[in-house]
């Protein structure tokens, strides 16, 4: 029977808002008794398009524990949100927000990772993020591993590569979710999981030196501890707090063939396969055929305990998580192969890029969003998307035109998906205020509707600035979407 009654707008419970993480605004790296985290011992990159966060091995791990500067390690001092919360979330609450999306420091609950008493400070500073996203009616939405760990987790057991880990996780989280579940309904376990392919900043694993061979069995070793920790934090938030819900977080890199020709067409299959294998397990409940195959090809042996399948099988997400920046374009090597995926993907010639060399597709998030809806079934939750810009202050303003452009083709595209049958539960741009930058570790690649005054070397006042998007996204939240001139 046809139906002409299908969705054009967003939901009425939509949620609106913006997101961040912990090692990249907080700051207070050495307060109230928090430990040292892996992201605050990865130097700053060389130069803007250089990636230097899995670039650690034990000779810059030691030079960067004997460092107590923050110079050479911008992480450590963020946007100073630990001091400045109130302020930023009334900004936030300024805009509309629906709801804000943050992530928990593991060692500022547990400075060592795997210490039997939690850090009484830690647990009450977030106590009182909580209690101010409440006085706006904001909803909280906590990632609880946002590309940090406690290093001592490193020193002791080299990250995830160690299966001890596991309990470590499991009783950090059954302790927040103890202190916090009743006041937060929405949960994400590791954020952008399947970037740890690449090694130490999601694994937290030293893995420089080694054979390509080696860096990926000991990364998909890893990994899987952390699949496994993952279903096992879903099924200890179930039963601690039934209302609540978890979700995995996947950086969703959509691929397209670089030719009509059909081994083009099956590499770029094969690599997103490789992207999307992630949320299959943590979705489906099993490791898929076409990885058993991979692992196979590569000589890659995953080690697990004999109930590991059960507990992926019994403890699925309730929805599903991404972020989007871009897609990349992938071709047939000779033998095959799939040739540029992930972020080192080939240059599609139909898109413009950001500064960054990030290319700019808004019609490839409606794909994305189709094909996960097909794929899962399962809500869809856009955590990350955004322009990272340098932005210049003028007059004490800024004027940044080319995010508001960004933002709203990619909402435009959002609303495609909703009219085409998508549950899309809502979107949380990337970053909503300035913040340090996850992979070069630079202040001058700026996301945010809110200015930040500082510079890449840490000087300026840390003043708060709306920028013209502010007000643009207050009206696009106020309207619900509809409004988006």
Not at 96 to 116: C, E, H, M, T
Not at 130 to 135: G, V
Not at 321 to 338: H, N, R
Request: hydrophobic share 35%.
């Amino acid at each position: 029977m046809y139906l002409d009654n299908y969705p054009q707008k967003f939901p009425a419970d939509f949620l609106w808002g913006g997101a961040t993480a912990a090692n990249q605004i907080e700051g207070a790296w050495k307060t109230a008794g928090k430990g040292l985290t892996t992201a605050e011992v990865v130097s700053k990159a060389e130069n803007r398009k250089k990636m230097s966060m899995d670039q650690v091995d034990q000779a810059s791990l030691a030079a960067a524990i004997a460092d107590q500067t923050t110079t050479n390690y911008p992480k450590r001092r963020g946007i100073d949100f630990y001091h400045h919360y109130a302020a930023d979330i009334k900004l936030f609450a300024e805009m509309g927000f629906k709801v804000f999306r943050f992530s928990i420091a593991w060692s500022r609950i547990f400075p060592n990772g795997d210490d039997q008493t939690a850090n009484e400070a830690g647990l009450a500073f977030y106590d009182r993020v909580l209690d101010e996203l409440a006085k706006y009616q904001i909803e909280p939405l906590i990632t609880l591993s946002h590309y940090e760990m406690p290093l001592a987790l490193t020193q002791k057991y080299n990250g995830w590569a160690d299966r001890r880990v596991i309990s470590a996780f499991t009783h950090y989280t059954e302790t927040v979710f103890k202190r916090y579940g009743k006041r937060v309904k929405y949960w994400l376990t590791f954020n952008e999981i399947n970037t740890g392919t690449w090694g130490f900043h999601a694994t937290g694993a030293i893995d420089q030196g080694l054979t390509k061979n080696e860096q990926l069995q000991l990364r998909y070793q890893a990994l899987h501890h952390q699949l496994v920790a993952s279903a096992l934090a879903t099924k200890q938030l179930h039963q601690l707090v039934p209302t609540a819900q978890m979700g995995c977080m996947l950086a969703r890199m959509q691929t397209y063939p670089a030719t009509p020709n059909p081994v083009d067409v099956q590499a770029a299959q094969a690599a997103d396969q490789k992207n999307l294998f992630f949320t299959d397990v943590q979705v489906r409940g099993e490791y898929p055929g076409f990885m058993n195959r991979y692992f196979a090809e590569q000589g890659i042996k995953i080690t697990m305990q004999p109930d590991d399948q059960q507990i992926l099988s019994e403890n699925p997400v309730d929805f599903v998580s991404f972020s989007y920046y871009m897609t990349t374009v992938t071709q047939a090597a000779q033998d095959g192969t799939a040739v540029g995926n992930m972020a080192t993907g080939g240059r599609n010639p139909y898109l413009q890029e950001s500064a960054w060399g990030w290319q700019i597709d808004p019609i490839g998030l409606r794909i994305t969003l189709n094909e996960m809806w097909d794929r899962y079934q399962k809500p869809l939750f856009i955590v990350e998307n955004g322009l990272g810009a340098v932005d210049k202050l003028e007059d004490g303003k800024v004027h940044d035109s080319y995010r508001i452009d960004y933002l709203r083709q990619h909402i435009e595209q959002m609303k495609e998906a909703i009219s085409d049958g998508v549950k899309l539960l809502g979107y949380t741009m990337w970053g909503p205020i300035d913040l340090i930058s996850f992979s070069t570790s630079e202040m001058s690649k700026r996301y945010g509707f809110i200015y930040v005054d500082q510079d890449d070397q840490g000087h300026g006042s840390l003043r708060r600035i709306r920028k013209d998007s502010f007000y643009w996204y207050q009206k696009v939240i106020k309207s619900n979407g509809e409004d988006l001139s």
